[in-house]
Structure formats: structure tokens, C-alpha cells
T-cell receptor, first 113, second 114 residues
Framework: GDSVTQMEGPVTLSEEAFLTINCTYTATGYPSLFWYVQYPGEGLQLLLKATKADDKGSNKGFEATYRKETTSFHLEKGSVQVSDSAVYFC????????????FGKGTMLLVSP | DAMVIQNPRYQVTQFGKPVTLSCSQT?????MYWYQQKSSQAPKLLFHYYDKDFNNEADTPDNFQSRRPNTSFCFLDIRSPGLGDAAMYLC?????????????FGPGTRLTVL
């Protein structure tokens, strides 16, 4: 079955540091890939997405590139802020249209001033 | 703004006392989902509706039921809550037709069982 593996957290960084959160997946076919962010006490918000190999999703300074050859979708940001402190979930949807999401376990990011 | 709304945001119930959580959407999406999220874990899909078609996950306990009376509303009923059912419950929607299958989440209802 489909699965998503994320690096375990928490990831602790100082403000303006470079961020990488690793995500790899196992799926049949050609899944769509997502990063969701969850701030404390809130629901999930879509951060970025990519639907085919070599696509780069980007939003709010975050980027992730869909790498089919390494089955990866690593999240990066060049300079993190305190306000980026949250839990980040990598997820996949295994086919177009109607399907459910498979989530990774989430990675907590803590950014200190 | 189009959105997914969950009420209440915080719910306290007693062990064994039935409770209903509510979700509404103004997105006019075909699909509505209910997830259970326990502390420091990923959301776990309980069930979902595609229009009126109900889809139950194989490992969702019978204690959890759902109703979708119309496109806009979906309810999660917990018939006899146990201490292990204390969690954040997330409602989400999607069009069910677009390529990306992006899901839109509500803010969640945090359930406490005493």
C-alpha cells in the first residue's frame, strides 16, 4: 500500500537558518504530493503541492520538488522565521480526482529568535 | 470567504455520553471527510462521503457514525465515548473531481472525555 515517511522531529533551528524536512514515499502509479502545515491548536493548511515528476511547488518561501527517481518530496526554506514554528505533514494522493490522502507522521519545527 | 466550519471548537463529554460534532462547508464540494488526530500523530481517516455515498475505513470502530443530510453539512456521532476517543477531530472537503485532490480542512474540534 501507499506510505509516506518523514524525518522525525522536533527540528530546532535559529531564526534565518536553512530548513530541510525530508519526505519519501511509496506509491503505485503517479501520485500527487502535498505539504500541509498545522499551527498549534488549528487544522491543517495546504502549504504547497506538486502533481508530476520534476514539478516544484512553492509558497511563502517554502519549496519542494517532486523527484520520481528518488521518490522524494523534501521541504526547504532558505531562511526560517519564528512564525514558521508548526508541524509539517507530507502527504500523497495516489490518483487523480477522487481519492484519499496518505499522511506522514509529521515533523515539528521549532524556530527560536 | 468560502470555508470549512467546525462547531464547537472544544467539546467536553462524559464517559459513555453520546456526543455529536458538526461540520459545514460553503465550498460546495462533493466530498467530506472526518479525521481523528491524537497528540503528536498524523490525522487518521475515519470515513468520508462522496455526495451521499458513505465510505467507512476498515478499522474505524462501530462507535463512530456519520450523517450527511445535505451537501453543506456533515456530522460525526460518537455513540459511547471512551477515554481513548479524546482527540482533535478534523473535517475536510474536496471537489472529488480535480486532478490534485486538494483537501480543505476546518479548524478542528478538540474532544475531551471525562
Amino acid at each position: 500500500g501507499d506510505s509516506v515517511t518523514q524525518m522525525e522531529g522536533p527540528v530546532t533551528l535559529s531564526e534565518e537558518a536553512f530548513l530541510t524536512i525530508n519526505c519519501t514515499y511509496t506509491a503505485t502509479g503517479y501520485p500527487s504530493l502535498f505539504w500541509y502545515v498545522q499551527y498549534p491548536g488549528e487544522g491543517l493548511q495546504l502549504l504547497l503541492k506538486a502533481t508530476k515528476a520534476d514539478d516544484k511547488g512553492s509558497n511563502k518561501g517554502f519549496e519542494a520538488t517532486y523527484r520520481k527517481e528518488t521518490t522524494s518530496f523534501h521541504l526547504e526554506k532558505g531562511s526560517v522565521q519564528v512564525s514558521d514554528s508548526a508541524v509539517y505533514f507530507c502527504a500523497l494522493s495516489d490518483r487523480a480526482g477522487y481519492s484519499t490522502l496518505t499522511f506522514g507522521k509529521g515533523t515539528m519545527l521549532l524556530v527560536s529568535p | 470567504d468560502a470555508m470549512v466550519i467546525q462547531n464547537p471548537r472544544y467539546q467536553v463529554t462524559q464517559f459513555g455520553k453520546p456526543v455529536t460534532l458538526s461540520c459545514s462547508q460553503t465550498l460546495n464540494h462533493n466530498v467530506m471527510y472526518w479525521y481523528q488526530q491524537k497528540s503528536s500523530q498524523a490525522p487518521k481517516l475515519l470515513f468520508h462521503y462522496y455526495d451521499k455515498d458513505f465510505n467507512n475505513e476498515a478499522d474505524t470502530p462501530d462507535n463512530f457514525q456519520s450523517r450527511r443530510p445535505n451537501t453543506s453539512f456533515c456530522f460525526l456521532d460518537i455513540r459511547s465515548p471512551g477515554l481513548g476517543d479524546a482527540a482533535m477531530y478534523l473535517c475536510a472537503t474536496s471537489t472529488g473531481t480535480e486532478v490534485y485532490n486538494e483537501q480543505f480542512f476546518g479548524p478542528g474540534t478538540r474532544l475531551t472525555v471525562l
